[in-house]
C-alpha cells in the first residue's frame, strides 16, 4: 500500500510539476487559489503584472493580490476568482477594468477565471487567467481615432457622400447628403440605395455605375448622371465610386462621392453661350477691333470691320505690328504707345492719322486697353473711322468761325448804326432844348416843340435798346452799384416815361413806400427796367386805360408791382414773353410794336441784380408785371439821389471848346453853354481840336471820338501831356457807347465819358464841378 501511495503521491507531483512548468512558460498570468480564494500559485507573467512574487503572494488572499477597479468610477470590483469559487462557473472580467499592481502601477487588463474540481468533481479551487490589455487598447483606440477621422472628413466635406456595402445598401451618410436632397439619417441609413426616396436614385446611370464597380472592383471617375428630383428639381451629378476592403476579410464597401455640378454646367453653358455672341458682337461690330499679344505686341485676331477699313484680309493682319498697317508711322513710335499703355493701362488719341493698304488716308479714334484673359496679358485695340465725322466737325468749325465773324460785323455795325442815329439826334436834342428856354413861345411852336421833344425821346430809348441787344446776346452788360432808393429810381422813370403816358390818355396812379427801401443796385438800369415796364403797359393799353405802379417792401424784398387794363397776353405768349425778339402784336400799322427788347432786358438786368420777375395776365384783361428786389439795410448816414438836381449857371465863367465833325451838333451844344454864362471856342477836326486847346487853353473840353486828322482819343492823350493843359477837364461826347468805348475813354485821359444826345443837365453839373474846383472828376456814362 506504501508503495502504491507512494507512486500515486509521486505522480501527482510529477502532474503538478508539468502543469506547473506548463502555466509558467504561457503568455497570460496565471493565478491559482485554493477553495477559500487564497492564492496558491502565479506564474512570471502574473507575478510581473501583480508585482508580487510567488513567497510573497502564496496564501494571501487573492482580492489583496489581484486588486481590480472599474476604470471609470474607481470602485472595487469583484474579482472574477471569487465568483467561480462561489457560483462554480467560468466568469468573464467586466468592461473597463483596471489592475492595481503591488507598486501602485495601472494598467487594463482582460481575463477570466474557472473553478479548479478534485476528483470527485467537487470545487477545490479557482484559477484566473488575464492579460496585459494596454496594446490592444491602444490599437483599438488607433482604430477608433482613424474611423473618427473619417467620419470628420465625409462628415466636413461639402459634396454628398454614401458608404454602401456590397448589397448597395446605405451604411453611413454624411451631413451634406441629407441637405442636399431633404432626406432624414432613419430614412436612409440601412436602405438600399435604390430605394431612398421615391426611387429617384433608380435610375440607369447609377445602376451601370455600381455594376462596373462591383464587377471589376475598381474605381469609376467622373459618371455624368442627370434626373429630375421632386424636392430641388433637374439636377446634373458628377458620381466617383471606388470599391474599399474592409479589413478582417469583412465584406467590401462602396465609397460614392456625388459632385452637384448644375450650376457648373449652366455656367460653362453660358460661357458658351456668351462666347458665341462674343464672336457675333466682335465679327459684326461697326468699330475695328484688333487683339494683340502683350508680349510680341503681334495682332491674334481681327474683326471684320477692320479688315474692311483697313484693306487686309483676316490672315494678312495675324502677326504684324500695329506700325506695319498703317499706324504711328514707324515701330519706335509704335512701342513707344505701349509703354505708355504699360504705364497707365489705357491709351486713347481723338484724331489719329492712318493710311490703309492702298494708300488712302484715314482719319480714326484709337483707344487701347490692357487686360488679362486666361492669365494671358492682351491688347484690345478699338478702331472707329471718324473721317467723316472729322469732315462735319471742320465745316461745323468753319461755320462757327463764319457765325463769329457775322456777330463781330453785326457788333459793329449796329455799334456804327448807333454812332450815325446818334450824331443827328444829338444837335436836334440841342435845339429842342434851346427852344425850351425860349420865353415868348406861341401855342403852335410850343406844340411842335413837344412833340419834336417826345419823337427823339423815343427815337433815343430804340437806339439804346438796339444797341443792348449785343450786350444781353453776349453778357456785356455791367452795372455800377450803388446804395440807392427805389422811390427815387421810379420817381425819375415815370418822369421820363410822363409824355408817352399823357399822350395815350392814360391814368397813372403811382404808390411809393413810406419809407425809403434801399438797394446796392445801378440806378440808371432799374429805371431802365420800370421805364420799359412803363411804357409797355402805356402801349399795350388803349387810350384812356388805367395803369397802377406800387413800390413797397416785403420781408427782405422790394417788390415793384406794374398792374396795367391793357389788351392782355395771350397763354400761348406768355411764357415766351421774356424771350428776346418777342412781340405780342405784328399789325401792319405797328401802333403798338418795338424792337421786342424791352422786356427780355428787363428780366436780364432784374437777374443781374438778384432778383426775379413774373408776369400774370389773362387776355383782354389786362396784365401786371412784378419784379422782386434783395433789399439791405439803411446807411449809418445820408446819401446823396441818384441824380443831381437842375444846376443852375455857374457863378465863375469858364472857357469851355466843343470839338464835333458835326457842325449843328457843336453849333447847338455851344449856344446851350454860352446860355449858361460861358466862353465857347469850336473845333471840327481833330487838329484843330489840338491847336484850340493849347491856344485858348480851356477849362473844360467837350470832345467828340470821331474826328477826321486825330481821333478824340489821340486829342486826349495829347491834352494829357501838356503841362500847360493841366487839370482840364475832358468830357468825351460820343455816339460810341459801349463798354469797351467807355475804357478806352478813361485810358485815354477822359474824365467823363458821355452818349449822344446827352441829357444838358449832366453837362451842367460838369461844368458846375469845374467852376468850383479845378479837378478831375470821376469818368462815368451817360446816356
Do not use: C, Y
Given at each position: 500500500?506504501?508503495?502504491?501511495?507512494?507512486?500515486?503521491?509521486?505522480?501527482?507531483?510529477?502532474?503538478?510539476?508539468?502543469?506547473?512548468?506548463?502555466?509558467?512558460?504561457?503568455?497570460?498570468?496565471?493565478?491559482?487559489?485554493?477553495?477559500?480564494?487564497?492564492?496558491?500559485?502565479?506564474?512570471?507573467?502574473?507575478?510581473?503584472?501583480?508585482?508580487?512574487?510567488?513567497?510573497?503572494?502564496?496564501?494571501?488572499?487573492?482580492?489583496?493580490?489581484?486588486?481590480?477597479?472599474?476604470?471609470?468610477?474607481?470602485?472595487?470590483v469583484e474579482d472574477p476568482a471569487a465568483k467561480a469559487l462561489r457560483e462554480g462557473v467560468v466568469v468573464d472580467l467586466a468592461k473597463h477594468t483596471l489592475l492595481l499592481a503591488k507598486d501602485g502601477t495601472e494598467r487594463p487588463v482582460e481575463d477570466s477565471a474557472a473553478p479548479i474540481r478534485n476528483a470527485k468533481g467537487n470545487v477545490a479551487g479557482a484559477v484566473l487567467v488575464f492579460r496585459d490589455a494596454t496594446e490592444r487598447r491602444r490599437q483599438e483606440q488607433h482604430v477608433q481615432d482613424a474611423l473618427t477621422y473619417a467620419d470628420n472628413i465625409i462628415a466636413t466635406m461639402r459634396e454628398p457622400f454614401l458608404v454602401l456595402d456590397e448589397g448597395l445598401r446605405v451604411k453611413t451618410a454624411n451631413r451634406s447628403f441629407y441637405q442636399t436632397f431633404h432626406v432624414s439619417q432613419e430614412e436612409t441609413e440601412g436602405c438600399l440605395i435604390y430605394d431612398l426616396g421615391a426611387g429617384q436614385w433608380n435610375n440607369p446611370g447609377l445602376r451601370t455605375l455600381l455594376d462596373e464597380v462591383l464587377a471589376g472592383r475598381h474605381a469609376v471617375s467622373d459618371c455624368h448622371v442627370e434626373h429630375d428630383f421632386p424636392e430641388i428639381g433637374k439636377r446634373i451629378m458628377l458620381l466617383n465610386a471606388r470599391h474599399f476592403e474592409s479589413i478582417k476579410s469583412q465584406s467590401g464597401l462602396i465609397l460614392l462621392a456625388i459632385e452637384d455640378i448644375t450650376e457648373r454646367r449652366k455656367a460653362e453653358i453660358a460661357v458658351q453661350t456668351s462666347e458665341v455672341q462674343y464672336r457675333r458682337l466682335f465679327q459684326n461690330a461697326q468699330d475695328g477691333i484688333l487683339v494683340l499679344d502683350a508680349i510680341t505686341l503681334e495682332i491674334v485676331d481681327a474683326n471684320r470691320f477692320i479688315t474692311e477699313l483697313l484693306g487686309y484680309s483676316r490672315d494678312e493682319l495675324l502677326g504684324k505690328e500695329l506700325w506695319e498697317i498703317g499706324f504711328f508711322g514707324d515701330k519706335q513710335a509704335s512701342q513707344a504707345v505701349y509703354q505708355e499703355l504699360q504705364e497707365r493701362g489705357y491709351v486713347r488719341y481723338e484724331h489719329l492719322p492712318l493710311e490703309t493698304k492702298n494708300g488712302e488716308s484715314a482719319e480714326v479714334e484709337f483707344i487701347s486697353n490692357l487686360y488679362l484673359v486666361d492669365d494671358r496679358a492682351v491688347v484690345q485695340c478699338n478702331i472707329r473711322d471718324i473721317s467723316e465725322r472729322s469732315r462735319m466737325e471742320r465745316k461745323l468749325q468753319e461755320q462757327a468761325e463764319a457765325l463769329a465773324d457775322l456777330q463781330r460785323r453785326k457788333d459793329e455795325f449796329l455799334a456804327m448804326l448807333s454812332h450815325e442815329l446818334r450824331n443827328p439826334l444829338a444837335p436836334i436834342s440841342n435845339a429842342v432844348h434851346l427852344l425850351c428856354l425860349?420865353?415868348?413861345?406861341?401855342?403852335?411852336?410850343?406844340?411842335?416843340?413837344?412833340?419834336?421833344?417826345?419823337?427823339?425821346?423815343?427815337?433815343?430809348?430804340?437806339?439804346?435798346?438796339?444797341?443792348?441787344?449785343?450786350?444781353?446776346?453776349?453778357?456785356?452788360?455791367?452795372?455800377?452799384?450803388?446804395?440807392?432808393?427805389?422811390?427815387?429810381?421810379?420817381?425819375?422813370?415815370?418822369?421820363?416815361?410822363?409824355?408817352?403816358?399823357?399822350?395815350?390818355?392814360?391814368?397813372?396812379?403811382?404808390?411809393?413806400?413810406?419809407l425809403p427801401i434801399w438797394l446796392d443796385a445801378d440806378a440808371a438800369r432799374l429805371e431802365q427796367v420800370i421805364v420799359n415796364l412803363l411804357t409797355n403797359a402805356a402801349k399795350y393799353t388803349d387810350e384812356g386805360g388805367h395803369i397802377w405802379l406800387t413800390v413797397l417792401r416785403e420781408g427782405d424784398e422790394c417788390v415793384i408791382r406794374l398792374?396795367?387794363?391793357?389788351?392782355?397776353?395771350?397763354?400761348?405768349?406768355?411764357?415766351?414773353?421774356?424771350?428776346?425778339f418777342t412781340q405780342a402784336e405784328r399789325s401792319l400799322d405797328r401802333s403798338r410794336g418795338g424792337l421786342g427788347i424791352g422786356l427780355a432786358l428787363v428780366?436780364?438786368?432784374?437777374?443781374?441784380?438778384?432778383?426775379?420777375?413774373?408776369?400774370?395776365?389773362?387776355?383782354?384783361?389786362?396784365?401786371?408785371?412784378?419784379?422782386?428786389?434783395?433789399?439791405?439795410?439803411?446807411?449809418?448816414?445820408?446819401?446823396?439821389?441818384?441824380?443831381?438836381?437842375?444846376?443852375?449857371?455857374a457863378a465863375g465863367i469858364l472857357r469851355v471848346l466843343v470839338v464835333d465833325d458835326n457842325v449843328d451838333a457843336a453849333e447847338s451844344l455851344a449856344l446851350l453853354v454860352k446860355l449858361l454864362g460861358h466862353n465857347v471856342r469850336m473845333a471840327h477836326d481833330g487838329p484843330a481840336a489840338l491847336q484850340a486847346a493849347i491856344d485858348y487853353l480851356p477849362n473844360v473840353v467837350l470832345l467828340d471820338i470821331g474826328l477826321p486828322g486825330l481821333t478824340g482819343y489821340e486829342v486826349a492823350s495829347e491834352i494829357r501831356q501838356q503841362t500847360v493843359l493841366h487839370g482840364v477837364v475832358l468830357a468825351a461826347v460820343t455816339g460810341y457807347g459801349q463798354e469797351s468805348d467807355r475804357l478806352l475813354a478813361m485810358a485815354a485821359g477822359f474824365n467823363h465819358h458821355l452818349v449822344k444826345p446827352v441829357d444838358f443837365e449832366t453837362v451842367q453839373q460838369i461844368l458846375a464841378t469845374a467852376s468850383g474846383e479845378d479837378i478831375i472828376g470821376t469818368p462815368q456814362v451817360v446816356s
Open positions: 500500500m506504501i508503495d502504491r501511495t507512494q507512486e500515486i503521491a509521486e505522480a501527482l507531483r510529477e502532474q503538478w510539476e508539468w502543469l506547473r512548468v506548463t502555466l509558467s512558460s504561457i503568455g497570460d498570468a496565471v493565478i491559482t487559489t485554493d477553495i477559500s480564494g487564497n492564492v496558491t500559485f502565479l506564474n512570471p507573467v502574473a507575478q510581473s503584472l501583480t508585482g508580487w512574487t510567488q513567497e510573497d503572494a502564496v496564501g494571501k488572499s487573492l482580492d489583496i493580490v489581484f486588486k481590480i477597479v472599474n476604470e471609470e468610477t474607481r470602485l472595487p425860349q420865353q415868348d413861345e406861341d401855342p403852335i411852336q410850343q406844340q411842335a416843340r413837344a412833340i419834336i421833344e417826345r419823337q427823339v425821346s423815343q427815337l433815343t430809348r430804340l437806339v439804346d435798346d438796339l444797341m443792348d441787344v449785343s450786350r444781353i446776346t453776349t453778357g456785356r452788360i455791367l452795372l455800377r452799384n450803388e446804395r440807392i432808393t427805389m422811390n427815387d429810381v421810379v420817381e425819375h422813370a415815370v418822369e421820363t416815361t410822363r409824355p408817352l403816358v399823357d399822350q395815350r390818355k392814360h391814368e397813372l396812379n403811382v404808390s411809393l413806400s413810406p398792374r396795367d387794363t391793357g389788351v392782355g397776353i395771350t397763354p400761348e405768349l406768355l411764357p415766351r414773353v421774356f424771350d428776346l428780366q436780364r438786368l432784374v437777374e443781374m441784380h438778384g432778383g426775379r420777375v413774373d408776369v400774370h395776365s389773362v387776355l383782354t384783361q389786362g396784365s401786371e408785371f412784378v419784379v422782386r428786389l434783395p433789399a439791405v439795410p439803411s446807411p449809418t448816414s445820408p446819401l446823396s439821389s441818384i441824380r443831381p438836381e437842375t444846376v443852375k449857371p
